[in-house]
């Protein structure tokens, strides 16, 4: 029996990856390494956060991704300079060869109770019995599609988590829903690929962040917006570095804060693609869906009551994601219900355990315990530190492991 799993293979399941193995954690690590960065985020799209806080975290920071374009002479700036898409893809990757070279490029088919442990089964029909499984999924499986859009056939409609290849639909008018980086950034990159694209949204005007630079600011607005990796800002600057300090917070405050902080906008260098190029419906929610003549009838309505129709070959919810439970299908119904669960995301300990003891959740599935933080890869190093202390710990006290240099405390 291995001592622990790791589920995936992003930013958080490499980082954790890395620490395992700087302590001498014994782990198995399975999954796609940067899939969803490779397979699932349009080409051609920029990193809304800042250089610095674009990484993956190996414990000694001696791989970081400003290490990774000096080394292959590619343009990075701290802030101010945007990460590319493929920039970070292919960080990954190396950080994967360097850092975690035993990543199994198989999928998790199946994880269920098995004694004091678990058993993880695997697409090629291995079974590993795991002491403990920790999950670091992402946002694979939480993609979000408005019921009024589910009804429509699955190839009229789809989610912006399915796109890669934004000139997919060249030829075709595409509906692109929502007001976020996601949907901003797809309608932008659609309409440069020659796409007869439209952008809905229910808000009136849609928010870009403003450019920062530490060249650009004066001493007041460093120390009245310090910079942080969510942004500038004291509110950001608290929930970006202390997640742990955030867990200890009331339940509903949790949640509200999750669920207003940084609301849908897009990134400052997208403003110019959008604005005056791409044709935009402002202010209209979507009331219904349907088929007509093989093309989609999106019903809309505006606050005021006015109406409108808009007819699209393709619809797109570029909607966010839901972290819900039920979506992680691999995991057998007898461990889900065991679960403690608020609004479908698993409740979690201090060190990300969930109410079964040795199943761990991370990233975005962990952001209403730790914070908005958790949406984003800047989230991977607090993670991999607090997990890595509590397992060492854990498994020290079990005697089942021995540290081979001494466990470093996660900085409070």
């Not at 990757?93 to 198989?106: C, G, Y």
């Not at 690929?193 to 650009?216: M, N, P, Q, Y």
């Not at 202390?389 to 240099?405: D, F, G, L, M, T």
């Amino acid at each position: 029996m291995i001592e622990s799993v790791i589920v995936g293979a992003g930013p958080y399941g490499l980082s954790i990856a890395a620490h395992f193995s700087r302590l001498g954690l014994p782990y198995r690590i399975f999954g796609r390494t940067m899939d969803s960065w490779l397979n699932h985020m349009p080409k051609g799209m920029l990193l809304k956060s800042d250089g610095f806080a674009s990484t993956i975290y190996d414990p000694d920071g001696k791989f970081t991704l400003k290490h990774f374009c000096a080394e292959r002479g590619l343009n990075y700036e701290d802030m101010g300079r945007p990460v590319e898409l493929e920039t970070f893809s292919q960080f990954g990757l190396a950080f994967r060869d360097r850092m975690v070279p035993n990543v199994e490029e198989k999928m998790v088919t199946g994880i269920e109770a098995h004694g004091d442990g678990f058993k993880v089964t695997l697409n090629d029909g291995e079974m590993v019995l795991a002491k403990r499984v920790i999950l670091a999924i992402g946002v694979t499986h939480f993609a979000y599609t408005p019921a009024r859009l589910q009804q429509l056939p699955a190839d009229l409609v789809s989610h912006s988590f399915q796109h890669a290849d934004p000139a997919k639909f060249r030829g075709c008018s595409v509906a692109v829903i929502g007001a976020g980086s996601s949907a901003i950034d797809l309608a932008a990159l659609m309409h440069e690929a020659g796409v007869d694209v439209t952008l809905i949204a229910r808000d009136k005007e849609l928010k870009f962040h403003s450019k920062t630079t530490k060249a650009t600011r004066s001493l007041w607005e460093q120390l009245r917006y310090p910079v942080s990796g969510l942004g500038p800002g004291l509110s950001s600057r608290f929930y970006a570095n202390f997640p742990n300090v955030f867990h200890y917070f009331p339940g509903s405050q949790r949640l509200k804060t999750v669920r207003t902080f940084l609301g849908p906008a897009g990134a400052w260098f997208v403003k110019d693609k959008v604005i005056g190029k791409v044709p935009l419906v402002l202010g209209y929610s979507v009331t219904s869906a349907e088929v007509t003549n093989n093309r989609v009838r999106l019903q809309l309505r505006a606050q005021d009551g006015a109406e409108k129709a808009i007819y699209a070959d393709h619809v797109v919810a570029a909607t966010g994601y839901h972290p819900d439970l039920n979506r992680v299908t691999f995991l057998s119904p007898e461990l889900r219900t065991k679960i403690k669960t608020v609004q479908d995301a698993p409740i979690l300990s201090r060190s990300f355990e969930t109410s079964v003891p040795g199943l761990y959740f991370t990233g975005l599935a962990a952001a209403n315990s730790f914070g908005p933080v958790m949406r984003f890869a800047y989230g991977a190093g607090f993670t991999a530190q607090r997990l890595t202390a509590e397992i060492a710990k854990s498994a020290a006290r079990n005697q089942s492991w021995s540290a081979v240099p001494a466990v470093q405390a996660v900085k409070e």
